[in-house]
């Protein structure tokens, strides 16, 4: 097969930004035939015809998806020296950036002229194409620039300049900011005259504990739920709007709508700076001017949902001349306490609709919904009825056998709180046609019970909308056995549901917490399937706002459930994800801010460890169905975090404190042997799968051990449980990495297609569409939310083991890329696809006895390891890359570009390879 068309695709897909095409399997109804029908037309097309441009052109191709802060054009950052990134294309193979020149100028016509004023870099011999600090002159609060980068290759060829790209700078100091914190009710307004047309206008606005920001008539954005929960005492963020468009000479009015969120209260700073086309400067300010008065939203609540009165709307409230009567002056309220910062990840946001799949009328007077899909957000009504009526939403994942909603797991395990109320209340106007969609709390939901309807309910009068922050899709994962697929899809499912501004455990009870535990177990796959570095790099501020000065972080961040100190297996996350971060995206920043804080956390660790065991712990192998001692689990942390932390320290150049680490991991290894481990039985603790895959994973088991570690592990599973999961989510992120590298791919691989209890598919088989809490199928009151995102850490393994597409830390963010795909049992194909910082990296093979091909695409200024099985009845193996031989007779055949050499070592040939796409064949006699 030839790779040139699909080369060409590949490279017409780097640049695909404006389409935003989206991979993965969402289920998206109302729109995805339109989508379908496009990308089917686009791949149709004669590729020549695609991208003419680039057939044209030779050699390094002008650099794509410009990111700087690794987002797209962002606007209001609040960093002073933001780092930018771009992805590189080339037609040839084995290509590198040898040199790069960056220009950022303060107007885009300078940039045009290929003038930096702000910065230029020269041509700059370097092959950093990501995580570029910026160094030109200090930019300026609420100041617009524009950048364009190009590059030389590995032969001195340049490029031409990119697409320019543009970031905003919100306000840099505290100094700047010239509102009040208002407050006094949930709608505040303001009128202002503008003497000459805006030249340019922003707004910037932290409204808790949420806001929609309306001027002249319309909301502002497509931001809903904002901004981001923080912990408000130490950190509030703001979001920036241009509002240039909105504004005009004359009357102007600006309104404000306040929820109570996290916050459980309202408070409003806001700014409007406008430029004139004279070039006059006005700020608009929250203040003791502004008026206010309570709304439609008669009250609004995260877990019990939102009561809404039509009848108290005052409509044109938010337009310049509307008569205030009965409006009292806004009032000054506490300020939150934490710093302005900006929002700088990607917002919560209506992702998608979806039309209900069913419509029952299990009782009379009572209508319940059926989405067919456990999502979380909320939905809106459509209806015609006498003034005063009141619709009641109430949700819920379950439904009774007799048809009617089943909220009894509403209430988390925590059984002091009261269950949330997870309902709507909606009271008509009772003019004609209403349309009513909540704005300050969201649902997890399938089903919606629908009572008091004045009429009959179709099913045209409720739409789903699908709720959370609003990430990319970068990954791709497809198998040739359909379980792993629907695994696949309720993963991402639930991944997707429990992004809602902070990693949450669910979406539908009394928690929806920032639980560290459940973040870092699904961390990796979440940023293998989205583009997620922004949100994570958010986090792990939080979690460094919680700290203390005796390093204890909290157990949920920001802290509400849970304790002080965090769980050890919990408080892992803010290593664990600093540790991701700089993997996934070579991010050193998140290492150099975070080091102080992650040295205190292990040192306060080692201050509850004297004998270099640490044992406390409150949850252990959370939700697992076999006990392993918690305190086995705790100091699996201690150790693993205090490796990580010489491993930081390595990266940053910290040898005394590298060495110093190193040098306590390894005591504390000792002593975790000499506590949990028994060298007779070759078990760890209670020898369960946790117990004794954990020192596994960290090759914490002394050698000689090694193998009947692995053996008792294995046998566990295939004897004692015929082939079953037993761990909770702690041991459960480590298991199939552990299997497959000590040599049992094919068992992780039975594992994740089992179909009996407990197992994914014994989920699917149950109407699973969201991952479970629990591994039991339970769904009355007490702890068993459907759709819990940790036990879906399997996703990872998806990715990494089957697809093997992994990163290699010693040269993180994909610098240097290990493409091991497991060919396993009855798999006849995988295709999986990592949208990382340098471009794509794919990993697609098949496989028949005697025969596999494996397609390969790495990014420019990157270098992938490729490992192919070799299939055990071939004596003799062959490799062709494309219509060349690569491999034959036992020997590396030289002279096919990028493949610079091979090698066989434990039943896989082994090639180096440069960037490019690569088509590998292996068969033999
Ligand atoms: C949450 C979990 C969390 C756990 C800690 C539960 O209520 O939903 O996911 O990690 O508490 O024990």
């Known amino acids: ?173 505290a100094e700047e900011w010239k509102g009040q914190w208002m407050g006094g009710a949930n709608q505040l307004r303001q009128e202002f005259n503008l003497a000459e047309a805006p030249r340019r206008a922003r707004a910037y606005i932290c409204g808790l504990g949420y806001y929609e920001l309306r001027i002249n008539g319309a909301k502002i954005g497509t931001n809903v739920l904002d901004p981001a929960w923080t912990t408000f005492d130490k950190r509030v963020l703001y979001v920036t709007y241009d509002v240039t468009a909105n504004l005009h000479p004359g009357a102007n009015a600006v309104g404000v709508m306040l929820g109570e969120g996290w916050f459980k209260s309202r408070a409003l700073m806001l700014q409007m700076d406008i430029e004139l086309a004279s070039g006059k400067h006005v700020s608009v300010t929250s203040g003791p001017s502004w008026k206010a008065k309570n709304g439609p939203i008669v009250s609004d609540s995260v877990w019990d949902g939102e009561v809404y009165d039509a009848r108290l709307e005052t409509p044109g409230w938010d337009l310049p001349g509307f008569k205030d009567d009965g409006w009292m002056p806004a009032a000054s309220v506490k300020a939150p306490g934490g710093v302005l910062s900006a929002q700088m990840m990607p917002p919560i946001q209506e ?237 050193r920043r998140i290492l150099e801010e975070n080091y102080a804080g992650l040295k205190k956390y292990v040192e306060f660790l080692r201050s509850r460890a004297p004998d270099n065991v640490l044992r406390f712990s409150y949850y252990g192998d959370w939700v697992s169905l076999e006990t392993t001692p918690p305190a086995e689990v705790s100091d699996f942390y201690y150790y693993y975090d205090t490796l990580l932390l010489s491993k930081m320290a390595e990266v940053l150049g910290n040898t005394a404190d590298a060495a110093s680490y190193a040098q306590r991991a390894g005591q504390i290894k000792d002593a975790f042997n ?25 090759d914490m088991v002394p050698e000689k051990s090694r193998e009947t ?100 830390p010693n040269q993180p963010g994909y610098r240097h890329v290990r493409i091991e795909p497991q060919v396993v049992r009855d798999l006849t194909s995988v295709s999986a696809t990592v949208g990382t910082v340098r471009g794509d990296v794919t990993s697609s093979w098949t496989h028949e006895p005697g025969v596999t091909t494996l397609q390969v695409d790495v990014p420019v200024n990157s270098t992938a390891t490729v490992s192919i099985p070799k299939d055990v009845e071939i004596a003799e193996i062959t490799v062709h890359e494309g219509d060349r031989t690569i491999w034959e007779k036992g020997r590396f055949v030289e002279g096919t570009p990028g493949v610079t050499a091979g090698k066989f070592a434990h039943n896989q040939v082994i090639f180096e390879v440069g960037s490019g796409h690569y088509s590998f064949r292996v068969d033999g006699k």
């Not at 046998?715 to 480590?734: A, D, E, M």
């Open 674 to 698: 000499k506590e949990f481990f028994d060298e007779k039985t070759g078990n760890y603790t209670t020898g369960t799968e946790t117990a004794n895959l954990l020192p596994l994973f960290l």
């Open 351 to 587: 992702v998608d609709s979806m039309v209900p799949m069913a419509l029952t009328n299990p009782r009379a007077g009572v209508y319940v919904y059926d989405l067919g899909q456990n999502i979380s957000g909320w939905v809106d009504l459509h209806v015609t009825g006498p003034r005063g009526t009141q619709v009641q939403l109430r949700f819920s994942e379950l439904l009774y056998d007799t048809g009617m909603v089943n909220r009894e797991n509403l209430q988390s395990g925590y059984r002091d709180f009261v269950a949330a109320k997870a309902r709507d209340i909606y009271i008509l106007r009772g003019d004609g046609e209403e349309d009513y969609r909540p704005r300050f709390t969201y649902h997890g939901f399938r089903y919606v019970e629908v009572t008091g309807y004045p009429g009959t309910p179709s099913i045209d009068s409720l739409r789903g909308h699908v709720v959370h922050t609003a990430v990319k899709t970068t990954g791709s994962f497809a198998a040739s056995k359909p379980l792993l697929n629907q695994i696949h899809k309720i993963v991402r499912w639930s991944d997707l549901t429990n992004l809602h501004s902070i990693p949450t455990d669910c979406p539908q009870r009394n928690e929806r917490m920032g639980w560290m535990g459940d973040a870092h177990v699904s961390a990796e796959g979440v940023m293998l399937n989205f583009d997620m570095a922004a949100f994570y790099t958010n986090f792990v501020r939080d979690i460094h706002d919680v700290q203390d000065a005796d390093g204890t972080v909290t157990d949920t961040v920001p802290l509400r459930y849970g304790s002080r100190p965090a769980d050890p297996a919990w408080g892992t996350a803010y290593p664990l994800l600093c540790w991701y971060l700089y993997e996934q995206n070579g991010d």
């Open 1 to 173: 097969m030839s790779h040139a068309p699909n080369f060409q695709f590949r490279i017409w897909s780097f640049d695909s930004d404006a389409l935003d095409l989206e991979r993965g399997c969402v289920i998206r109804r109302s729109y995805s035939i339109f989508k379908i029908v496009v990308v089917a037309v686009l791949l149709a097309l004669p590729t020549n015809w695609v991208v003419p441009s680039v057939r044209a052109a030779e050699g390094p191709l002008a650099p794509v998806n410009l990111r700087c802060e690794y987002l797209k054009n962002p606007v209001g950052i609040d960093v002073r020296q933001p780092r930018f990134a771009w992805v590189l294309r080339h037609t040839e193979r084995a290509q590198m950036q040898s040199a790069y020149q960056l220009l950022v100028a303060s107007r885009p016509e300078l940039l045009a002229q290929n003038k930096g004023d702000q910065w230029d870099n020269g041509k700059t011999l370097s092959d950093d194409s990501t995580q570029v600090v910026y160094k030109g002159k200090p930019l300026e609060s609420g100041h617009s620039y524009w950048w364009k980068v190009r590059y030389w290759d590995k032969d001195g060829n340049a490029s031409e300049y990119s697409h320019p790209a543009s970031f905003e700078v919100g306000l840099l100091s």
């Open 709 to 808: 570690v692995v053996s008792n592990l294995t046998y566990n599973i295939l004897y004692q449980h015929n082939t079953h999961v037993t761990t909770g989510f702690i041991g459960l992120r480590y298991l199939m990495p552990v299997l497959t590298r000590f040599g049992y791919p094919d068992l992780a691989y039975d594992l994740a297609v089992e179909t009996t209890f407990p197992s994914w598919g014994y989920m699917l088989a149950n109407g699973a569409t969201t991952v479970w809490e629990l591994w039991q199928n339970k769904v009355g009151p007490s702890m068993n939310s459907q759709n819990h995102h940790m036990l879906g850490s399997v996703d990872t393994w998806f990715y990494e083991g089957l697809g093997g597409i992994n990163v290699d």
